[in-house]
């Protein structure tokens, strides 16, 4: 089945440390993204690629980061800057850019 | 710049009945117009997309929308509300140019009662 995953579903982590959220897709998708929601504010982007080994802060890359070494593969790093890291993350992609995006289950993330 | 608009952060309507969900948009340039359905705790999926063309656009689930431009608005309507379709709903737009970013508002939740 094509699709993408994201693992875990739900994720508990102590504060202070850094935690990885997996994204894969077997879409043969050019572009992916990381999106943050919070109750209340819709959806925002973090970080988003284009293509394989490059990628681009969206509107909330800070306490974030990413790697791109794989097509398949976009995972974000929740880092001990981030200050309020609890929220559920989605991990999109797309054909390329300014195409459909198709987005994955989620992961939500607890920081205790 | 683009930013979503959407009226209503919760929804109520009986089933049977009309759900109308507001989206108002604005964008410096012709925009794609989404919009998206989340259930609990899973993902996006998409309900329908406006991006050229015919300006009634229809999606899955018996969903549909229309693009008005002269009011900047792409209002999510459906004729009979059905018990499956209590989500959260999202507008999200884009446009051609630079980078895919597409700019969400900030949901509606929609309740379904008997």
């Known amino acids: 089945d094509g699709g993408i995953t994201q693992s875990p579903k739900y994720l508990f982590r102590k504060e202070g440390q850094n935690v990885t959220l997996s994204c894969e897709q077997n879409?043969?998708?050019?572009?992916m993204y990381w999106y943050r929601q919070d109750p209340g504010q819709g959806l925002r982007l973090i970080y988003y690629?284009?293509?394989?080994?490059?990628?681009q802060k969206g509107d909330i890359a800070e306490g974030y980061s990413v790697s791109r070494e794989k097509k398949e593969s976009f995972p974000l790093t929740v880092t001990s800057a981030q200050k309020n890291p609890t929220a559920f993350y989605l991990c999109?992609?797309?054909?390329?850019?300014?195409?459909?995006?198709?987005f994955g289950p989620g992961t939500r993330l607890t920081v205790l | 710049a683009q930013s979503v608009t959407q009226l209503g952060s919760h929804v109520s309507v009986s089933e049977g009945a009309l759900v109308l969900l507001r989206c108002n948009y604005s964008?410096?340039?012709?925009?794609?117009l989404f919009w998206y359905v989340q259930y609990p705790n899973q993902g996006l999926q998409l309900l329908l997309k406006?991006?050229?063309?015919?300006?009634l656009v229809k999606g899955i689930n018996g969903f549909e929308a229309e693009f008005k431009k002269s009011e900047t608005s792409f209002h999510l309507t459906k004729p009979s509300a059905h018990m499956s379709d209590a989500a959260e709903y999202f507008c999200?737009?884009?446009?051609?140019?630079?980078?895919?970013?597409?700019?969400f508002g900030t949901g509606t939740r929609l309740q379904v009662t008997l």
């Open positions: 690629s284009q293509i394989v080994n490059d990628f």
């Open positions: 999200a737009v884009s446009h051609t140019g630079t980078a895919s970013k597409l700019t």
């Open positions: 879409l043969n998708h050019d572009a």
């Open positions: 999109a992609s797309s054909i390329e850019l300014n195409t459909k995006q198709f």
């Open positions: 964008s410096s340039v012709p925009p794609y």
């Open positions: 406006y991006t050229t063309g015919a300006t």
